[in-house]
């Protein structure tokens, strides 16, 4: 039994110095066999399996990590979460997530800092202030918090920003949606692993699939670098190594992985208290409750798993900031990094059983999958334990691109991709 | 960030580059004879391959040309650049 998180516990291990916390998570070895075993160990992969032993009972499964839990694009996106996007099927399933972040923290007794502090939209030509527009109405429709802003309300909201009409690419308008926020990126991964743990399952780290074995048309097991699991059912979220799985069990995705680059300045006095995107010149800012700016920048347009991305990205980026932001353009940026992104056709997730029996797939979430964290775990969840897909992530299946029915968020999704 | 060496004006830099995806995907040659899955196939499903992969890019701040580049998507590193048209050589 775990010890709960309280002011109380914070207190009595203050009285040994920190250093008899109980560890969130065990470190098992692998059984020789489980009902179910989720691939990838990062937030998605961990929620998966939190939801699959809270709410559908299934205790004897497990988490298996290439690296350690939440190392990967959990440890390295922006941490930005909204729901604000333009397609009913895709409100569907963020809102879904942002209201399960909004109990979150209670619900896994672990602080994951979610804080609503609001996502705003700029719009810096005409077609911008369409399309934004047309998507806060079909937000409104879809009972979303979407609020469109007069350069004037923009300035209001947020002062550092430059609205003068003589920049490059003046801001025009911009929406708001104010339930949207951020959360701390690694406290999901821990939380949900620890949350899972308690409930029996196995995480397993440094633990890499070599082979997804099949029996014919079914899933047998994995090999991995600690040996053979056996297992009917493999619930894959391997993000920009989905298409690295989908070969060993001989599928293909329609997915291409792309470096995603951010970097973060060095810390601050509180400077802005909102989150700030602007998809025509491609520039994200938010600021950590350490002090630094988090600033998100685009991908490459070649496949790479190098985790690099290129200079000239991370260049327009930050031009783009500083004409927006003047009072930021002496700051100094302390740390760049680079994340495999998977992304799709339409710019829309797969959350879908597959043509083989058994395998399931999570992935194709490109640019933007944290803030799908907790909706994201729960739907895979249903899928893998009832082998038919909940309602809200029945249209995000693989069999779209045969029948055509793309949701087709690429450029209506308040991001460029 | 690397360096590309374009067949018609040399060494430059990847910025003046645009990738263009997965090379040597043919056209169907009956596309009225196909179905919805093979359609799929053609217009979505993609190797993506981590290790060598065969890639078509545009020189499109230089010459404007495509060319078929042969590139370890694991470090970046490029094997081999030969031109449109070529068949691309074994592994």
């Known amino acids: ?417 | 960030m690397f360096l590309i060496n374009c067949p018609f004006c040399g060494e430059r830099d990847q910025s003046e580059f645009k990738a263009g995806g997965e090379a040597h995907i043919e056209r169907p040659k009956h596309p009225k004879k196909l179905n919805d899955g093979e359609w799929a196939e053609y217009l979505f499903m993609r190797k993506n391959i981590k290790g060598v992969q065969f890639e078509r890019w545009n020189h499109i701040h230089g010459c404007r040309k495509w060319f078929n580049m042969i590139r370890d998507t694991s470090n970046d590193k490029i094997k081999l650049i030969y031109k449109m048209g070529e068949k691309p050589p074994l592994k």
């Open chain 1, 1 to 417: 039994m775990k010890n709960k998180y309280s002011i109380f516990s914070l207190i009595k291990n203050a009285f040994s110095y920190h250093e008899n916390w109980q560890k969130a998570w065990k470190d098992p070895t692998p059984k020789k066999e489980y009902d179910a075993v989720i691939v990838g160990g990062g937030g998605h992969g961990l929620a998966t399996a939190y939801y699959l032993a809270k709410k559908h009972n299934m205790k004897n499964i497990a988490v298996v990590e290439k690296g350690w839990i939440g190392g990967g694009n959990t440890g390295r996106n922006t941490t930005i979460i909204r729901s604000n996007y333009l397609w009913d099927a895709s409100v569907g399933l963020y809102d879904h997530a942002l209201k399960l972040w909004e109990k979150l923290s209670q619900e896994i007794n672990y602080n994951v800092m979610f804080s609503q502090r609001g996502v705003m939209n700029l719009a810096h030509n005409l077609q911008d202030v369409r399309d934004l527009k047309r998507r806060t109405h079909a937000n409104r429709l879809n009972g979303i918090d979407a609020y469109y802003l007069s350069t004037e309300e923009v300035k209001k909201f947020c002062p550092i920003i430059n609205t003068s009409p003589d920049i490059r690419y003046p801001v025009l308008g911009g929406t708001l949606q104010k339930r949207a926020g951020t959360a701390r990126h690694d406290a999901v991964a821990w939380g949900y692993a620890r949350g899972a743990d308690e409930m029996g399952v196995d995480i397993i780290q440094n633990c890499e699939v070599k082979n997804i074995k099949r029996n014919g048309d079914e899933v047998d097991g994995l090999e991995t670098s600690k040996g053979f699991i056996k297992t009917k059912k493999v619930g894959v979220v391997a993000a920009g190594h989905s298409s690295v799985l989908a070969n060993m069990a001989g599928l293909r995705l329609p997915l291409e992985s792309k470096p995603l680059q951010a970097l973060v300045s060095e810390p601050v006095k509180p400077i802005i208290d909102t989150v700030v995107m602007s998809n025509a010149v491609h520039a994200y800012v938010s600021q950590s409750d350490k002090g630094e700016l988090v600033i998100g920048a685009g991908t490459d347009d070649y496949v790479s798993y190098s985790q690099k991305g290129s200079h000239q990205i991370v260049e327009g980026t930050l031009n783009a900031i500083i004409e927006l932001y003047p009072i930021f353009s002496r700051m100094r940026m302390l740390r760049q990094w680079g994340g495999i992104v998977d992304i799709c056709p339409d710019a829309s997730p797969i959350i879908s059983k597959t043509t083989i029996k058994g395998l399931y797939f999570n992935c194709g979430w490109g640019t933007g999958g944290f803030k799908a964290t907790p909706g994201s775990g729960d739907l895979f969840a249903h899928t893998i334990a009832n082998d038919e897909p909940h309602k809200l992530n029945a249209p995000f299946n693989l069999n779209r691109f045969i029948s055509g029915n793309l949701v087709d968020e690429h450029g209506a999704a308040a991001v460029a991709h």
